[in-house]
Nanobody, 122 residues
Framework: QVQLVESGGGLVQAGGSLRLSCAAS????????MDWYRQAPGKQRELVGT???????DYAASVKGRFTISRDNAKNTVSLQMNSLEPEDTGTYYC????????????????WGPGTQVTVSS
């Protein structure tokens, strides 16, 4: 099977920075897009940033200019550099990826990490 594990969450003051990392492991033939989502208490999960295997990036409007998503295709990792953090960025951050698990299976399946907590104090 496939596992995604996030790291790097924590407590930071407004204006500070955090870097989240996520590593995919297990039965991986190829990896498609890799994304970061977040969910604040009482709110729906929302897409924060996405990056294709070719390096094309896109971001939610609320984080554009402050967050940067990057990936290492050789290591099957994705990172999220978060600068100028605001209390509104507080939430659980989830890593997700579209992964093809074998040469035989053509379809990509979506896998999720368990999440890491980010808390920004004012």
């Amino acid at each position: 099977q496939v596992q995604l594990v996030e790291s790097g969450g924590g407590l930071v003051q407004a204006g500070g920075s955090l870097r989240l990392s996520c590593a995919a492991s297990g039965s991986i033939f190829s990896v498609g897009s890799m994304d970061w989502y977040r969910q604040a208490p009482g709110k729906q999960r929302e897409l924060v940033g996405t990056i294709t295997s070719g390096g094309i990036r896109d971001y939610a409007a609320s984080v554009k200019g402050r967050f940067t998503i990057s990936r290492d295709n050789a290591k099957n990792t994705v990172s999220l550099q978060m600068n100028s953090l605001e209390p509104e960025d507080t939430g659980t951050y989830y890593c997700t990826a579209l992964i093809r698990t074998s040469r035989i299976i053509q379809a990509f399946a979506r896998f999720w990490g368990p999440g890491t907590q980010v808390t920004v104090s004012s």
